[in-house]
């Protein structure tokens, strides 16, 4: 397979994974929580819209008016105090995100409503109370929970007063508040403060809306109020905002038709302000009833401006800041403090402060209303084009991890993974647009990576088997491990060991190899090699070198060792009888073959120049092992050894044929011919001969050469096959008496 098939493998499995990985809600919750909470640190603190501000019953305004701490134990007097400052001030709207639960005095409670009355553009929180009961079967096993929701309503005649009561549910401390309700689908979908702030601040548009929809769909049943003054009468704004918003969700092509109308040329002439507003409506009531909450900053990022100072801006107070301009505002009444220990109604987000201080719910109300005022919510990817971008991701981190090596492959998996983050980030920033980080930077990435390095370190291993395999038809095994881990020690220095050489040539092979076609040949001396390599191999030898019909052999270590030369022999009499069948392998031909053995100290090691080595074994052994083998031919013999060979071996029978001096050599060598192991069968005849040839060498060592060739001619008669009677006897007839320095070691003129 390729290296480009191979990273398209891996590319297209890390897009599969990332998309598998990226629909468990394990990884989903993660985004949420790490995700998403990195993007907006990234980020940082933004300026949050001037259309909205937060009153805060806080410590310091309790302190300057000299109130309690808590807010619930306030005179509602102030409260009744306050909505007039504010109507005075110009405020659009006004949310009271307080639950006033329990009656106070019935003439401060009723001054409250008449002045939430009169003031015509209230919004009350409406409290949300979760009501768990356990289900038991019939034998009292518990089976289950019923979860059932109800809202609390504030405390009459204040409850009947604002234009419209509306909740906010959010989950308490260790859960992050990622989201917020826009609509709560546990008490009826019933629309939240936001969503009910934001109408009643864009009730002069609210009519445009009505026009627009009624243009693309004029049969819609479209709310019973239609017009802004409408929207301020008692509890319509909440049943015209719940009637659009079942109107949107059931009409799924309407959004797209408002829009494309919006932005036709009979709504040319209107502001872009008024467009944008018009905007915002219509993806309040046509998006998900959760929205991701686009968090501009830690505590008090929007503008907050405390209780007294509003109530009391004539007072000189710690803490004073300056005024706010009220007018056409959206004001948000509620807990929000500067300290921990004094925040009374806080909520665990991602800007919540190493000191403990989380946001107030009316804080996260008040970013909620700036969010949808200003259409910029944070967006996830919608879910096919988050698959589509982590398959693809996926794609493009496998094929460039894949076709470069280990270290520029995690360089360049480093840099995607930056780019990512940056073009993610921007995203954000600019957009709103939430590209999901964990799926892609922590899972997809470490695996592409890791999958990858894992694929091309089983791919090098394969590649240094293949190279063992093929190298280990031409080297012995240490040295094909050597160089598959550095091909460099091709060239390393040899190895000075103690070896014995087993050499080896075939009997008349030039004849047969001019008489056959090269193939045969070929595939004659394959077979041939076969049959000598496998009891080389199967006594621990190693094949050190291939010439034509011959073959060199080597059994090394460190130290002397009998055994090995022991295997050495069990290998020479092995091919000796493996050569005698009528075929090699499956081709009907018989190669006699010569074999000569020798034991000493050899080098190993890579012999060559420049651009072409072998491994071979290099040393005076390895010529006197081949010049012994070549002795075979004219003494008739197939084995001969040397005494260094069989020193310390008594399993053998073997005869002494006597001492030679090797061509080039000063110092003769004692050879003996290898009959067989000491079980092979030898009777009283062969015994005799034996004795007699004995006498015969013992008698030419002696220098008494007319006697040796009586007895070796004796030894001919019985057994006139023995070559090496033979090779005595004509050194008898064909040379003089030997002079004063005869030591009985024969000199060889020829190799």
């Known amino acids: 397979m390729t290296r480009p098939a191979k990273a398209l493998i891996l590319g297209v499995f890390t897009g599969i994974l990332g998309v598998l990985v990226s629909s468990f809600p394990f990884i989903l919750d993660l985004e949420e929580r790490a995700g998403l909470d990195w993007l907006f640190t990234l980020r940082g603190p933004i300026t949050p819209p001037d259309e909205v501000v937060i009153v805060s019953l806080d410590r310091a305004s309790a302190d300057a008016l000299n109130l309690p701490i808590e807010p619930g134990k306030w005179p509602r007097s102030y409260h009744t105090e306050l909505l007039g400052k504010l109507t005075q001030a110009g405020a659009a709207v006004i949310v009271l995100d307080i639950h006033f639960k329990d009656p106070h005095e019935a003439e401060m409670d009723a001054a409250l409503a008449q002045a939430i009355e009169a003031t015509n553009r209230v919004v009350l929180f409406e409290y949300t109370k979760k009501d768990i009961t356990r289900l038991y079967d019939k034998s009292g096993h518990y089976s289950g929970e019923l979860i059932a929701q109800r809202l609390i309503r504030p405390v009459e005649p204040i409850a009947s007063a604002p234009l419209a009561l509306a909740p906010f549910p959010l989950p308490v401390f260790p859960v992050k508040v990622s989201q917020f309700w826009a609509y709560t689908p546990g008490t009826g979908n019933l629309p939240t403060e936001p969503v009910i702030a934001l109408q009643l601040y864009a009730a ?104 007294v100072q ?230 621990n030898g190693i094949v050190s070198d291939v010439v034509g019909d011959a073959m060199l052999a080597i059994w090394t270590s460190s130290t002397p060792r009998p055994e090995l030369r022991h295997q050495a ?96 050599k000063t110092r003769p060598l004692v050879i003996h011919e290898l009959i067989g192991h000491k079980d092979y069968e030898i009777d009283a005849a062969m015994v005799e001969q034996q004795l007699l040839f004995a006498a015969g060498l013992g008698a030419f060592r002696q220098g008494d050469w007319t006697r040796a060739r009586k007895i070796f001619t004796r030894h001919l008669a019985v057994n006139n096959n023995d070559g090496v009677s033979r090779y005595y006897l004509n050194l008898c007839h064909h040379h003089q008496q030997p002079g004063d320095n005869w030591n009985g070691a024969i000199r060889l003129d020829t190799k």
């Open 569 to 664: 022999i069990l290998a020479a009499l092995a091919i000796n009888e493996a050569v005698k069948q009528p075929e090699v392998g499956n081709i009907p031909h018989h190669l006699p073959t010569r074999i000569g053995l020798h034991t000493g100290q050899v080098l190993l090691g890579s012999i060559g120049a420049v651009d072409h080595y072998e491994y071979r074994a290099v040393g005076d052994i390895v010529n006197t092992s081949t010049r012994i083998q070549s002795m075979n031919s004219y003494l008739g013999t197939r084995i001969l050894l040397t005494q260094q060979v069989l020193e310390g071996i008594d399993d053998l029978v073997t005869r002494d044929v006597g001492s030679f001096v090797l061509v080039g």
């Open 310 to 539: 509003v109530l009391r801006p004539e007072m000189d107070f710690p803490g004073t800041r300056q005024a706010v301009d009220l007018q056409g505002k959206a004001v948000f009444i509620g807990y929000s403090e500067r300290l921990q220990p004094e925040q009374l109604d806080e909520f665990y987000t991602v800007y919540s402060q190493n000191n403990g201080l989380h946001l107030s719910g009316v804080e996260i109300a008040a970013t909620a209303f700036a969010n949808l005022l200003k259409d910029n919510l944070v967006t996830p990817l919608p879910l096919p084009l988050q698959f589509l971008l982590l398959a693809s991701w996926g794609v493009l981190l496998g094929v460039c991890i894949r076709l470069l090596p280990v270290l520029p492959a995690g360089i360049v998996s480093t840099a995607l993974a930056t780019l990512y983050l940056v073009a993610s980030q921007l995203l954000f920033n600019h957009n709103t647009l939430w590209l999901p980080l964990i799926t892609p930077l922590f899972i997809q990435t470490p695996f592409a990576l890791f999958a990858a390095v894992v694929w091309q370190y089983l791919d090098v291993r394969r590649e240094r088997e293949s190279i063992r395999t093929a190298f280990g038809l031409y080297l012995p095994a240490p040295v094909v491990d050597e160089l598959a881990n550095d091909l460099a020690k091709g060239k390393s220095q040899g190895r000075l060991v103690y070896g014995t050489c087993l050499s080896t040539d075939a009997d008349k092979y030039t004849t047969l190899s001019e008489g056959m076609d090269p193939a045969a040949l070929a595939e004659l001396m394959n077979a041939y090699y076969e049959t000598l390599f496998q009891p080389v191999r199967q006594n």
């Open 204 to 307: 002069a548009r609210y009519p445009d809306l009505i026009a627009l929809i009624r243009q693309v769909n004029p049969y819609t049943t479209l709310p019973a109020v239609r017009s802004t003054a409408g929207l301020f009468e008692k509890h319509a704004v909440r049943e015209s905002v719940q009637t659009l918003r079942q109107l949107f969700t059931t009409s799924p092509s309407l959004t797209s038709n408002v829009t494309t109308a919006l932005n036709s040329e009979k709504w040319h002439g209107e502001s872009p302000e008024h467009q944008a507003l018009l905007q915002a409506l219509v993806r309040m009531y046509s998006s998900a009833d959760s929205r991701y909450i686009n968090y501009y900053g830690p505590p008090q990022t929007i503008t907050t401006v405390p209780y």
